[in-house]
């Protein structure tokens, strides 16, 4: 037939694979951020300030890592969650890149899979 190419399937299915560990990390690295944490804590708090015509409260997120870090019985087992925290918002930071040049990646080699197919 002229004028129709098969999609080179090797290209097209890397392609997607990229796609979809690229959209992984990028979700995984939101739910760690810890700036991004702040953020909607932030903006729930004004929310619920506004709503309330008060002192807002203090955000669920927030006071949910608040409290699993003072849970630790020693100053030894706090320093750890906080480091851990730290640890987990610094690959986050990483990994959200890598998901972001993953993704556009795969797009271009699924794309390429078909136009040089």
């Not at 392609?15 to 729930?44: F, S």
């Not at 930071?93 to 990646?105: E, R």
């Amino acid at each position: 037939m002229a004028g129709f190419s098969m999609p080179h399937p090797g290209w097209v299915a890397i392609g997607i694979v990229m796609i979809g560990i690229g959209i992984w990390l990028i979700r995984w690295a939101n739910r760690n951020n810890m700036i991004a944490t702040m953020t909607d804590a932030t903006t729930e708090a004004a929310i619920s300030a506004m709503r309330k015509h008060g002192r807002p409260d203090m955000p669920s997120e927030i006071k949910a890592r608040l409290d699993d870090v003072t849970s630790e019985p020693t100053v030894t087992g706090k320093t750890k969650k906080v480091a851990r925290y730290a640890v987990r918002h610094a690959f986050s930071q990483v990994f959200g890149v890598t998901g972001f040049v993953a993704v556009v990646a795969g797009v271009l080699l699924t794309v390429l899979g078909f136009v040089y197919g």
